[in-house]
């Protein structure tokens, strides 16, 4: 079962220092959404992929985070100059290309914990 | 999207029926019901999803009130490893906004 993998599935991090993470989606799934997780939350929606495109990014926090997909496979999603708030679970999720947009169920990475110091 | 309002938390035995409740009174006609639950340090994992009709799943069945204004999803023989957060989400599942969750705890 080749589910939402995301690397690295932990980062510990000084404040001001840049972070990439990895998501790759189902395969064959060609939407894709990053969402943050602080403690005690749900999930905060942030940004999201359909094949490259990136088709809504209000919700990233700042102008520090930015999200790509070049290929429309992998995605990266990037924090510059990180601060001790960005300190959260940032989870990955992907959809299946077919069925109407508001009838699908979403597969989510493990995420990738992000500390910073 | 939909405010939904859930308890906080809950608890169940071991063996029994779950039946967490939710409140969407701002859903809209065409607004799906989501439940999404999330184990300690994993990604939040579907459960079930409806529009008008009850639906079962090998997981769980998922009731919504004819008025639309309210579910319960129900687990018919939790065990420990129900224990999680569930999430219910009203809305479009193009941006599921999700909310705090009801903690449902499964005691031996």
């Known amino acids: 079962d080749t589910g939402v993998s995301q690397d690295p599935r932990h980062k510990i991090t000084k404040r001001g220092q840049n972070v990439t993470f990895r998501c790759d989606p189902i395969?064959?799934?060609?939407?894709l959404y990053w969402y943050r997780q602080t403690l005690g939350q749900g999930p905060e929606f942030l940004t999201y992929f359909q094949n490259e495109a990136q088709l809504e990014k209000s919700r990233l926090l700042s102008d520090r985070f930015s999200a790509e997909r070049p290929k429309g496979s992998f995605s990266t999603l990037e924090i510059q100059r990180t601060e001790q708030g960005d300190s959260a679970m940032y989870l990955c999720?992907?959809?299946?290309?077919?069925?109407?947009?508001?009838?699908?169920?979403?597969?989510f990475g493990s995420g990738t914990q992000l500390s910073v110091l | 999207d939909a405010k939904t309002t859930q308890p906080p938390s809950m608890d169940c035995a071991e063996g029994r029926a779950a039946n967490l409740p939710c409140n969407h009174s701002?859903?809209?006609?065409?607004?799906?019901v989501y439940w999404y639950r999330q184990i300690h340090s994993q990604g939040p994992q579907y459960i079930i999803h409806?529009?008008?009709n009850n639906e079962t799943n090998e997981m769980a069945s998922l009731i919504i009130t004819e008025d639309r204004k309210s579910s319960t999803l129900i687990l018919p023989h939790a065990t420990l490893r129900d224990t999680a957060v569930y999430y219910c989400i009203g809305g479009s599942n193009y941006k599921l906004t999700f909310g705090k969750g009801t903690l449902l705890t499964v005691n031996p």
């Open positions: 701002t859903i809209s006609g065409n607004e799906y």
């Open positions: 395969s064959e799934h060609n939407r």
């Open positions: 999720a992907s959809r299946s290309a077919y069925g109407s947009l508001t009838n699908e169920k979403l597969f």
């Open positions: 409806g529009l008008k």
